[in-house]
């Protein structure tokens, strides 16, 4: 009679390889001639192509994960594009009339053509993004010449809905040497918006100065 085992094991090396070894063992026992054959085994390369495929498959499920959220980010962006536009076009049809409207009224028109600037600016970036990841590419920048002022003009336009506090004085300034700068303007206006909103949002009192200067040449 014989039974059949096969037990893995780790193995520490000593000495300079240090590490360790994956091994096999199997073991027969011949119950009938009182011996035990034992046969043991490297394992060490099936070990790390088996870890290499669960990491590659939880690399894959990471990915369909985030293809999915972009995905349904995508059609968000897509499904406000519409009614922004609408929005949009009934408040430049509000803004014609502005001479008439009190000054709350006005200080709500530019609180909301500032909120659709802002969303505007989201949408345009998720759109983008999901394009370029459905494409099998990382998101690639638009490069166009824009100016430095332009930018901050935008932001200027978005400030009312950046929830400043009202004893919050937010100031641009841009240095006359400041050349115009070729990169993706949309992607530019976005980075800055994000870091003026935590400025805003961060500074309970005092001043956020936003500031372009060209520094020295290498």
Same mark, same amino acid.
């Given at each position: 009679?014989?039974?059949f085992?096969?037990?893995?094991y780790r193995l520490?090396r000593?000495?300079?390889?240090?590490?360790?070894?994956? $091994?096999e063992?199997s073991l027969?026992?011949?119950?009938?001639a009182?011996?035990?054959?034992?046969?043991?085994?490297?394992?060490?390369?099936?070990?790390? /192509?088996?870890?290499?495929?669960? @990491?590659?498959?939880?690399?894959?499920?990471?990915k369909?994960?985030? *293809?999915?959220w @972009?995905?349904?980010? =995508?059609a968000v /962006?897509?499904? *406000?594009?519409?009614? @922004?536009?609408?929005?949009?076009?009934? *408040?430049?049809?509000v803004?014609?009339e502005?001479?008439?409207? =009190?000054?709350?009224?006005?200080?709500?028109?530019?609180?909301?053509?500032a909120? &659709?600037?802002?969303l505007?600016g989201? &949408?345009?970036? /998720?759109i983008?993004?999901?394009?370029s990841?459905?494409?099998?590419? #990382?998101?690639?920048?638009?490069?166009?010449d824009?100016s430095?002022?332009?930018?901050? /003009?935008? #932001?200027?336009?978005?400030?009312p809905?950046l929830?400043a506090?009202?004893? $919050?004085?937010? =100031?641009?300034?841009v240095?006359w040497?400041?050349p115009?700068?070729v990169?993706?303007?949309?992607?530019l *206006?976005?980075?800055? @918006?994000?870091l003026l909103?935590?400025a805003c949002k961060y500074?309970?009192?005092g001043s956020?100065?936003?500031?372009a200067?060209?520094?020295?040449e290498s």
């Open positions: 009679r014989t039974s085992h096969t037990v893995e520490k000593g000495g300079d390889k240090g590490g360790e070894l994956w $091994v063992s027969v026992f011949d119950l009938s009182g011996v035990v054959h034992v046969v043991t085994r490297d394992i060490g390369a099936r070990h790390e /192509a088996e870890k290499q495929r669960d @990491l590659a498959k939880e690399a894959e499920a990471a369909q994960t985030v *293809l999915q @972009l995905g349904y980010m =995508s /962006a897509h499904d *406000l594009k519409t009614p @922004l536009t609408s929005f949009e076009m009934s *408040l430049e049809e803004a014609s502005s001479d008439s409207l =009190s000054d709350v009224a006005r200080h709500s028109l530019e609180l909301a053509q909120s &659709v600037g802002v505007r989201t &949408v345009a970036q /998720a983008h993004v999901r394009q990841v459905t494409e099998g590419a #990382l998101p690639t920048p638009r490069p166009t824009v430095i002022g332009a930018v901050f /003009a935008k #932001l200027r336009h978005m400030l809905a929830s506090a009202e004893d $919050v004085e937010v =100031s641009f300034d240095r040497d400041v115009t700068v990169c993706d303007e949309d992607s *206006l976005q980075m800055t @918006l994000n909103s935590n500074t309970p009192r956020v100065w936003v500031r200067l060209r520094t020295a």
